[in-house]
């Protein structure tokens, strides 16, 4: 009896190394990626949380309507949109969501740099890849900024009314959201181009980036000057809204109205319709945006930063496609 016993227990024990030695076979190599990141990227479908901080911009409805005709293309993709409706609150809300919910991605378009930049870098601490399209946020903890140079934006436009204006005149600015980076960048740009010359800002208004407060900011601007050469806003619904607004009061004949995003069914059209004397395009990013979130996931680096190109379109090249800036 004790003979059998001492057989069974070396049998157990045989058992219990080879098992032993097998499991620890199926460890991860040393220096290979193990956790999150390498589980992704061993992943046949991805699930991407999109943050978008409004729809009522037309150039906002553009960006969603790109990104979700770029993941369209891909099967393994399941795309998420959520709409801040102007709320940095619930843009944050939304950041918190995708982490508890455990996307494979984030996409944001913030409304504002400085609340925003905190979720997103917790975001990034939970090992979910941030790519940030249009708008900055402060410092450099996510995965890739995408958008165009708003300040090179602005230049440009500055330069092109100096030139249209012969280097003298009034102008009223419509400013963007000043509280986020594309409205400083624009204005910043186009103080720069116009500096030491004889143009004038008159009258300088943040609109926040909406053709109805656009309007109305106008219309103060037209009580309070019977004298104004050209409207710069920082977007073309802006630009737009001021042309209303002038047109309305029988004046919009004495000055030339620039703009910026250049949509081909908004900014574009309203140059070829004669409402506009000029706009300057800026991408949305949102095909850019699917293209490097997929390299993203599949363990590939990309850039940390992706500058888009821009284009000026006026009465003199729209025909042609525009005039790309340098």
């Known amino acids: 009896m004790r003979q059998h016993n001492r057989s069974f227990l070396g049998s157990f024990s045989i058992v219990f190394l080879l098992l032993a030695f097998g499991s620890g076979c199926n460890k991860s190599e040393p220096g290979k990626p193990s956790g999150t990141g390498s589980e992704k990227r061993t992943k046949s479908n991805y699930t991407i949380g999109m943050s978008q901080c409004n729809l009522g911009e037309p150039w906002r409805v553009e960006m969603n309507a790109q990104l979700k005709e770029a993941a369209e293309k891909h099967p393994e993709l399941k795309l998420i949109f959520k709409d801040a409706q102007n709320d940095t609150l619930k843009q944050r809300a939304h950041l918190e969501e995708f982490v508890s919910a455990g996307v494979d991605l984030i996409i944001i378009s913030p409304k504002e740099a400085q609340p925003l930049t905190e979720p997103v870098a917790k ?7 941030v790519i940030v399209l249009d708008r900055r946020l402060l410092g450099d903890k996510y995965s890739c900024f995408i958008g165009a140079d708003n300040k090179k934006i602005g230049y440009a436009a500055g330069e092109w009314i100096l030139k249209k204006l012969a280097g003298k005149g009034r102008v009223v600015e419509l400013m963007g959201l000043m509280t986020s980076t594309p409205g400083q960048d624009r204005n910043r740009g186009f103080r720069d181009a116009i500096a030491g010359t004889g143009i004038e800002v008159v009258f300088e208004a943040d609109m926040k980036w909406l053709e109805p407060d656009a309007r109305k900011e106008m219309e103060s601007a037209l009580s309070r000057f019977p004298k104004i050469d050209c409207v710069y806003a920082h977007n073309d619904p802006g630009a737009h809204g001021a042309f209303l607004a002038a047109q309305a009061a029988g004046r919009q004949k004495e000055m030339i109205f620039v703009g910026i995003d250049a949509l081909p069914h908004e900014g574009i059209a309203y140059v070829t319709q004669g409402i506009l004397d000029a706009t300057f395009q800026y991408p949305t990013g949102g ?40």
């Open 287 to 326: 095909m850019d945006a699917i293209d490097n979130a997929l390299k993203i996931l599949r363990g590939e680096s990309v850039p940390k930063e992706i500058t888009l190109g821009s284009r000026v379109f006026d009465k003199e090249n729209v025909a042609a496609g525009g005039v790309e800036l340098k």
């Open 123 to 129: 975001a990034m601490d939970a090992h979910i890849p």
